[in-house]
């Protein structure tokens, strides 16, 4: 199920990055102040995105999905 995960994510990932060139950054943040975080804006989207597709409902059941 990981593996699948993983792939699904990369595609959708890709997908985001080709629809929001004007709305991100480089790193794939919209434009703010202060530190930069370590998982960018484009790759939460594409998380919840992948997570949704795959029918996972909760973030508790994705982090076990992700652990396991």
Known sequence: MIHNF???YGKILEICKQYSKNLVN???NTTKRGVVPKFSDLE???LSLTAEAM???SE???FMALII
């Open 6 to 8: 993983y792939i699904k």
């Open 26 to 28: 480089e790193l794939g």
């Open 44 to 46: 939460v989207i594409a």
């Open 55 to 57: 029918s996972i409902d």
């Open 60 to 62: 508790n059941c994705l």
